[in-house]
């Protein structure tokens, strides 16, 4: 089993469209939980981070199920340029401060 | 905010020829830096974990005398790719903790990538 497991997409949604994704981790003793975006042949710059409480920011809404181990990130009037692909990341914990990455999710928004 | 820098950002070499990727923290100083690679349409792998001052920790599967990696200091990390084949073409990312204030401890930067190609 991969440590970090995400919806293999890719979504093809309309503009304006609300889209999910979830994300699953094997690692119960992990402390950090993040959404990345990776642009094409680009390298992944963080989203947002995920708390216990959830959070929002913006048209983006993170939430962690750590009893479930699970991770979603929920996009809002989705707009051309949120097209990207969105890594679920997780900090496994220790003192490395190591990122385990999920596979990605593709995203495209239609005009 | 925090910036890290990488060069080159793409290379083309022939195979059997060695490739130094570097990777500059630019307005912080970086202890640990992280080596990835990402391969067309699969995920980040971390390769290898740098530290400055001290030999580098490789990830399972990781040969660490093909990919030579020196941390020479807390701002420079190099990668060398040694003898590279063709099925070392990748795109080979860097990341540093932060250590700048206003960021989380646990938030890294990463380079823009350096795309190899080996015929």
């Known amino acids: 089993r991969k440590e970090v497991e995400q919806d293999p997409g890719p979504f093809n949604v309309p503009e304006g469209a609300t889209v999910a994704f979830n994300c699953t981790y094997s690692?119960?003793?992990?402390?950090?939980f993040f959404w990345y975006r990776q642009d094409c042949r680009k390298e992944p710059k963080l989203l947002m981070s995920?708390?216990?409480s959830g959070n929002e920011d913006g048209r983006f809404t993170a939430q962690l199920n750590r009893a479930s181990q699970y991770i979603s990130l929920l996009i809002r009037d989705s707009k051309l340029s949120d097209s990207a692909t969105y890594l679920c990341?997780?900090?496994?914990?220790?003192?490395?401060?190591?990122?385990?990455f999920g596979s990605g999710t593709q995203l495209t928004v239609l005009p | 905010g925090a910036v890290v820098s990488q060069h080159p950002s793409w290379v083309i070499c022939k195979s059997g020829t060695s490739v130094k990727i570097e990777c500059r923290s630019l307005?912080?100083?970086?202890?640990?830096m992280f080596w990835y690679r990402q391969f067309p349409k699969q995920s980040l792998m971390l390769m290898a974990t740098?530290?400055?001052?001290?030999?580098?920790?490789?990830e399972q599967g990781v040969e660490k005398d093909k990919f030579l990696i020196n941390h020479a200091s807390l701002t420079l990390s190099t990668l060398t790719v040694t003898s590279a084949h063709p099925e070392d073409s990748s795109f080979y990312i860097c990341?540093?903790?932060?250590?700048?204030?206003?960021?989380?401890?646990?938030?890294?930067?990463f380079g823009p990538g350096t795309r190899l190609t080996v015929l």
């Open positions: 995920v708390y216990s």
């Open positions: 307005d912080f100083q970086a202890t640990t």
């Open positions: 740098s530290n400055e001052g001290s030999k580098a920790t490789y």
């Open positions: 690692n119960s003793a992990s402390q950090s």
């Open positions: 990341s540093a903790p932060t250590t700048l204030a206003g960021y989380m401890n646990n938030e890294q930067f």
């Open positions: 990341v997780v900090n496994p914990g220790g003192s490395a401060r190591q990122l385990t």
